[in-house]
């Protein structure tokens, strides 16, 4: 039995974090319905929308009255719903939580924006990396002078993906306890702000600057990624004395006086510039037969091709291959249900007929 087994989800077929949250649910084994929008792609399969694995696809055009009770149908044995409209269209569809709540009053409607559901940017357009710029979240994303980018759509949508479906589940739990729904208002710039607070909190007990490349886990020489002789990268952050004692020992540095101060900020850009030297007399692989495995706090820096064929995420099952297309399996694991393997993609609408049925409708909503 999967873990979410009994719940089901109603999404809103969108972009970005809305359908990674569905994706997160459906891996955990929820009935994940997403409503698609009739188009080109209707009946034809598309491998490459990892977002949807796992999930039944029904085809609705949502400006027509029909499709609209069809969606209120199907909402009547949901516990969730997802949608990452920008705030109002769902009302103007006759979609809004007022009138879904109606429905079904312990229905959990989740909203997933960029800006939130309030405040003076509610209505502009935008994407991941503006709602990171503006919540302070992109700032120590790259080196003093250089341009801040981030890993493209982790800290916002797939951050803010991770922030909706906790909001999600907590809001089922209680609504079977209470028989009351919620509304979930998860705006990017708020949950990328919010992860913000474990390096906050580094900040504060430290005396960190705010300043780029001058901080405990962004400036120091042994908490840095090094371009090695072959150009592949590797990454170090030996930040406990044990562990910078390990790598330095390792690396036969013990002794070098330019490294024996680990914690002086004023020698740290000369610390990292020598760290350089050494780390570029010698390919990547061979750093990796010295270090990787040990306390040094050490690891190769993979795309994801490499990480796929990493020993370590061969051994623990972490990638896929289906159809031909690349993919993480579901995470985290649960010991009692082990790891289930990656579901398909439905091709847009395969479900419609059933999910039209078990919402009464017939063929009426198509």
Same mark, same amino acid.
């Given at each position: 039995?999967?873990?979410?087994?009994?719940?089901?989800?109603?999404?809103?077929?969108?972009?970005?974090?809305?359908? =990674?949250?569905?994706?997160?649910?459906?891996?955990?084994? *929820?009935?994940?319905?997403?409503? #698609?929008? +009739?188009? +080109?792609?209707?009946?034809?399969?598309?491998?490459?929308?990892?977002?949807?694995?796992?999930?039944?696809?029904?085809?609705?055009?949502?400006?027509?009255?029909?499709?609209?009770?069809?969606?209120?149908?199907?909402?009547?044995?949901?516990?969730?719903?997802?949608?990452?409209?920008?705030?109002?269209?769902?009302?103007?569809?006759?979609?809004?939580?007022?009138?879904?709540?109606?429905?079904?009053?312990?229905?959990?409607?989740?909203?997933?924006?960029?800006?939130?559901?309030?405040?003076?940017?509610?209505?502009?357009?935008?994407?991941?990396?503006?709602?990171? *710029?503006?919540?302070?979240?992109?700032?120590?994303?790259?080196?003093?002078?250089?341009?801040?980018?981030?890993?493209?759509?982790?800290?916002?949508?797939?951050?803010?993906?991770?922030?909706?479906?906790?909001?999600?589940?907590?809001?089922?739990?209680? *609504?079977?306890?209470?028989?009351?729904?919620?509304?979930?208002?998860?705006?990017?710039?708020?949950?990328?702000?919010?992860?913000?607070?474990?390096?906050?909190?580094?900040?504060?007990?430290?005396?960190? +600057?705010?300043?780029?490349?001058?901080?405990?886990?962004?400036?120091?020489?042994?908490?840095?990624?090094?371009?090695?002789?072959?150009?592949?990268?590797?990454?170090?952050?030996?930040?406990? @004395?044990?562990?910078?004692?390990?790598?330095?020992?390792?690396?036969?540095?013990?002794?070098?006086?330019? =490294?024996?101060?680990?914690?002086?900020?004023?020698?740290?850009?000369?610390?990292?510039?020598?760290?350089?030297?050494? =780390?570029?007399?010698?390919? @990547?692989? $061979?750093?990796? @037969?010295?270090?990787?495995?040990?306390?040094?706090?050490?690891?190769?820096?993979?795309?994801?091709?490499?990480?796929?064929?990493? +020993?370590?995420?061969?051994?623990?099952?972490?990638?896929?291959?289906?159809?031909?297309?690349?993919?993480?399996?579901?995470?985290?694991? =649960?010991?009692?249900?082990?790891?289930?393997?990656?579901?398909?993609?439905?091709?847009?609408?395969?479900?419609?007929? $059933?999910?039209?049925? #078990?919402?009464?409708?017939?063929?009426?909503?198509?």
């Amino acid at each position: 039995m999967s873990v979410l087994q009994g719940v089901r989800v109603v999404e809103i077929a969108g972009i970005g974090p809305g359908p =990674f949250c569905g994706m997160l649910l459906a891996d955990l084994g *929820a009935d994940v319905i997403v409503v #698609e929008r +009739p188009g +080109p792609l209707a009946g034809r399969a598309r491998p490459g929308e990892i977002v949807h694995r796992g999930k039944r696809s029904i085809v609705l055009d949502l400006k027509r009255p029909e499709s609209v009770e069809v969606v209120l149908g199907l909402l009547e044995r949901a516990d969730a719903l997802i949608e990452g409209m920008r705030p109002g269209v769902m009302e103007r569809l006759g979609l809004g939580p007022d009138i879904c709540l109606a429905r079904r009053p312990s229905l959990v409607y989740g909203r997933m924006t960029g800006w939130g559901q309030s405040g003076p940017l509610a209505q502009a357009a935008g994407h991941d990396s503006n709602y990171t *710029a503006l919540s302070g979240a992109l700032w120590y994303a790259s080196p003093p002078g250089e341009a801040p980018v981030a890993p493209p759509t982790l800290v916002g949508d797939v951050g803010g993906a991770l922030y909706l479906a906790v909001g999600l589940l907590a809001g089922i739990l209680r *609504a079977r306890l209470s028989g009351q729904g919620d509304v979930v208002d998860a705006a990017i710039v708020d949950t990328s702000a919010h992860m913000m607070n474990l390096l906050l909190g580094v900040v504060a007990r430290s005396g960190d +600057p705010y300043a780029r490349g001058a901080g405990t886990l962004d400036g120091a020489h042994w908490a840095h990624s090094y371009c090695c002789a072959d150009g592949g990268w590797i990454n170090v952050a030996a930040l406990e @004395r044990q562990f910078y004692a390990e790598l330095m020992a390792r690396m036969g540095l013990a002794g070098d006086p330019r =490294f024996a101060a680990q914690t002086e900020r004023d020698r740290w850009s000369d610390q990292r510039r020598a760290l350089a030297e050494v =780390f570029a007399t010698k390919p @990547r692989d $061979e750093w990796c @037969r010295l270090l990787e495995g040990t306390d040094a706090c050490f690891a190769p820096v993979n795309d994801p091709g490499e990480a796929a064929r990493h +020993p370590h995420l061969a051994a623990r099952g972490t990638y896929t291959e289906s159809h031909g297309v690349l993919q993480a399996k579901a995470a985290p694991r =649960f010991k009692r249900n082990g790891q289930p393997e990656v579901a398909q993609v439905p091709v847009p609408g395969q479900h419609t007929i $059933e999910l039209l049925a #078990e919402a009464g409708l017939g063929t009426a909503g198509q």
